[in-house]
Structure formats: C-alpha cells, structure tokens
C-alpha cells in the first residue's frame, strides 16, 4: 500500500539520522568535511580567477589608458609647440624679407648690410637658428650661413640643402608675382620641414619685397633649423623622448585620416601624426618614448596580486582547521552518542565544544525524539481517513512539486508505484509536461492563502473529466504543502453533452421548419439547409442528388461545401448509379438505408466514393 510504504520510508529516513551505526555516521561527517573543503577550495578558485581578472584586465587597462593619455598630451603639447615655431619663424623670414636694406642687399646695391645689421653677434646666433640664405631672383645665394648655436660654432653646409631651398624659393616667387594682394607678404611665406639624406630640416622662406610700393620681389629670405635630438630636447625639455621624420609612405601605421596614432612594442611606445612639407610633401612625424611607468605599475599589480592570493590561501586554511576543530570533532562525538540512542531513548547533554549551541542541540534532539512518536499515530489516522474518501488526493510540495502523499484511488487510478514519490506530480499526473503546468493553481494559491481553487479538467493521462479542488495545508516543520482533491465526473460531462447535442438539434430543425415557411424560393432553401446541416455536423462537404433509372446516373441538383477548408465545388455532377457501383450496392442491393462517413471508412467498397468528391 502506498500509505505504508511513505510511512516506512519516513521512519527509515529518521532512523538513519538518529539510530545508524557508528561507522555509517563517520563516514557522513568525514564526506561532510571533504564537501566543505572542496566547497572552500572551489570558492577560493573562483576568487583568485575573479582577482585576476580584475587586475589583469582592469588594472591593466588603467595603466593602458594612463600611458597612452600622457602620451596623446605630450604629443598635443609637441604639435602646438611646433604651430608656435611655425609662426615664429615666418614672421621673422618675412621681417627680414620686408626691410628696405634686405631689397637692396639683394639687388646688389648693399654690399654691407649683414655687418651693418650683425656686427657684434651673427644673425644665426641672435635669433638662435642653424641656417639662413639670402637668394637673388636667380636663386643665387648672396649670402648663407651655418652655425651651432649650442656649441657656438661654425658648421659645413650640407650637400644639396641649397638646392631643396631653391624649389621652395621659386614657387614662393611665382606666388608673389602673381599675387593679387600686393598690401602683405605673409601670405607668401612657405615654410615647413624638409628631409635631406634623413636629417630633418625646418625651414621658413618669405619673398623679399615691399608690396605697399607695388614693386616685384627681389629674391627670398630662407631661415631655418636642424631638427636634431637636442632641438627638441632644448625646446620641450623631455630628455626621455626621441623624434623621427619620415616621409607618410614609411609610416604605415598612421593612416592618412587619423590624427594621431600610437603603437606600443615590448618596451617602448610611439605617437605619429601628419604635417605638411615645406615642399608640399606630405610627412610623419613619430614621437617614441619608453614605457619605464607601465612597466612600473605592471610590476607593483603583479606583486600585490601575488601578496593577496597567499593572504587568501592562508586564509582559507585558518578557516578549515577552525571550522574542522570547533564543528567538525563535536559532531562526529554527538554522531557517535546519536548511533547508540533508540526511538524512545535520548542524548544525554555532555560538553562536545566549549559553546552552548551543543547542549541546545542535544535537548532539541530529544524533543525531536519525542514529538516523533507522538506524531507516528497522527500521521497514521491521517491516512486512514484520506484513503477512505471516494476521491482522489494527492499532497505535493509548493516549491520543487515533488509528490508528498498520494491516496491509493488515485495511486490506482493513474497507475502511480510507491517509488514514484518524491517525482514531480507534473510528471504523473500529465503527458507531455517538462516543467510545472500552465495552470497549476499553486500561484495563485500563494497569492491567496486562504483559498481553494475549483477547476475542472480533461486529463492527459486517462483522457477522463476532473472536477478538481486545490487549497494549501501546513505540512511537516509547519511549512506549507499544496493539497490536490480530484472527483471523476465524466460521466455526468458526457451526459451533459449529449443533452446539449441534442437540444441544438432540436433547435436546428426547429430554425430548418420556420425558414421553410419563410423562404418562398425552393433553391435557396434548400442552400440554407444544406449548409445549417453541414455546419452543425462539421461536415466539410453536403451533396443532394437524384436517381434518373432510365439513364442509370445520379445527378448532383445542389452541393454545399465549406470554403473555409479550402474545398471546391465537385466537378463532375453525374455519377453511374447502377449494379456493381458501391452506392447502388449499399443502398439498393443491401438495403442499406443511409450510408454515413464512419461506414465509408469501415466499409472497403465504400472507399471510392471519396473519388466522387465526398
């Protein structure tokens, strides 16, 4: 019986928490102690993964992120600083190239005019620049000069510079002759960086003229400087940065429509971004510099991410030996006092733990021990009575819906064994299920507490009619259960619909009679029977047809079918009526007197009919 064997699983259950053997008992705590070391070790690896990423991947991206904006501001600062040479250095080419003594120097009418205007320190020292030209309109240098101002000393002038400056020159030239604006020079002055065997070289090249007078140029101004190492040290005091000019060709990694790009190696990192040669070539300039900083901090996080994880490990192994000593030892001594102890005996209260919790769990033990006898003869009178009702009931749980109790009509009725308790009554009581049915009334029952439900239900299962009742009940440890009461009412559902069949019948038959009187026109009444009778019979097709016995054929004089099954009207409307046809047979032969579909399925002969279009 399924009462008594829920009873001796319960009591099984109990007596294996409280009356095993000793050995049996050991070996939970010992499975205990490995689940909760595991559990801690598992935790343990999920939190070092966890750290791990935070400062591999978080840490990491802030150290990323702080390089690469000190790096953008630096090259921010570089470019503006170079805007400013810029502008520096046109207005003092153009300056130059403005005076009336630069115009008549290049005429050849002022032989003096560089001593005169530098006598006591040259013109590269005063405006601390490595090189000037001054050219005629032919190109011709009238004078050049080049000099180390770091240094103080004279340099060589290198090979081909002056003629990189007079292409420069010559355009400057064409501009300012063609010029429509003769009030300005300035906006004649080219200037820019020029490469010449990879030295870079800033240049500034203005005409040497006095529109106002509208007058034509008389030669160029060039003035410049060597971008060397210490240019851009002396001029942005960065020491640990280094400065490459390359044609934009080279310099793949800055595409043409970025602004500035970086690229980071192993131990150093570059910013590049465009400028516009002096002669119109288009450049990169590349700004690289170590990455001591990164490196720096990379170190710092991996050495405090090594620090944390042994401050964890060390932590979790504090842990157990603390949890294994205070918990683990006294509940293998009150396992052991548990195994000896029988239904109606009990613990004694001894000291298992320097902590009261022990003592309160012994009394508590022996109060279990008592409220479980008591509860046995409840629990049994329980049963009884629930067997003992003509209906079908069943106790499950409200949050796993596992099965609690199953009385044992309804055990019979839906062919459920005592070992299916504790499966999910969804699996048992219905086909197809994967999870709770849709209309379970445990939420709602939830929702409202001191309810009961009443439903009714055609039943997967048995394929019967439920009248069900549903409620919820405090089960053990007072928690709530849900309590399932089913009555089989099919027979009074069939009887139900039977009457309703025929009532619309009646009303059919009734509506066929009063249209009879109503519609004068014999065809179209004949329409609206055909098609009431198809309708109430779901039929998807309704023919009426006439015997001609001088021909042998049956005509078709009025068909009805329903459209909305997609049919079509028949047709071929005469059909052989004669001996050896299967309606002729039925109906004349065997004296069938009518031939419904279930004997069209039933009866072979009868199969061809369906060719006839029924």
Known sequence: MAHTNEKERIVSFVGWRMHGSTVSNVKKQRFFRQTIFATSGFILFLFIILLFGIFKVSISGVLLRSETKYLLDQTQIIRGMLATINQKTELLSADIAYWDETIQFLKGENEGFVKQNWASISLLDSYRYNFVYFKDMGNQNCFADFFDYHNRVSLKEPSGLSEKI?????????????????????????????????????????????????????????????????????????????????????????????????????????????????????????????????KEGRQVMDLSLLSIIVLSVLFVAFFFSSVSKRVFRPLEQLSQDIGEVSNTGGVSVRKYSQSKEYATLCNSINDMLLRLNQSRI????????????????????????????????????????????????WTQMQTGMTERCPFCPVPELLAHKDMAVTWEERNS????????????????????????????????????????????????????????????????????????????????????????????????KYEWHNQSQGLMPVGNRFRPYSEGHPIYDALVRDGRKSITASDIHRYPKLTSMRNDGV
């Open 166 to 294: 007079d292409t420069i020159a010559t355009e400057v030239l064409a501009n300012a002759i063609l010029a429509e604006d003769t009030t300005n020079i300035e906006p004649y002055v080219r200037s820019g960086v020029i490469i010449l065997e990879d030295v870079p070289y800033y240049v500034a090249v203005a005409p040497a003229w006095l529109p106002v007078q509208g007058i034509l140029p008389t030669g160029t101004v060039a003035i410049g400087s060597i971008l060397t190492h210490e240019y851009f040290s002396e001029l942005l005091h960065l020491d640990n940065f280094d400065f490459f000019f390359a044609p934009a060709s080279e310099g793949a990694e800055a595409a043409a429509n970025e602004d500035i790009s970086l690229l980071r190696t192993g131990d150093s990192i570059r910013a590049a971004f465009h400028l516009k040669g002096a002669d119109g070539t288009d450049l990169l300039l590349s700004i690289c510099t170590d990455r001591g900083g990164y």
């Open 378 to 425: 409840s629990v049994d009178v329980f049963r009884r009575i629930l067997n003992s009702l003509n209906a079908m009931i069943y106790v499950s749980d409200i949050d796993t819906d596992e099965l609690l109790f199953v009385n044992d009509m309804l055990l019979k009725n839906f062919d459920i064994h005592a070992h299916d308790l504790g499966k999910p009554c």
């Open 461 to 556: 299962v048995t394929g019967r009619s439920y009248l069900n009742t549903d409620c919820l009940i405090p089960w053990y440890d007072d928690k709530l259960a849900h309590l399932h009461h089913r009555v089989d009412i099919t027979d009074s559902k069939n009887a139900e619909e039977s009457l309703e069949y025929r009532l619309k019948q009646q009303e059919i038959m009734s509506d066929i009679a009063q249209q009879f009187i109503k519609t004068p026109d014999l065809v179209a009444f004949v329409q609206y029977v055909l098609r009431v009778s198809g309708e109430f019979l779901s039929a998807g097709r309704v023919l009426l047809t006439q015997v001609n016995p001088e021909t042998n054929l049956v005509e078709l």
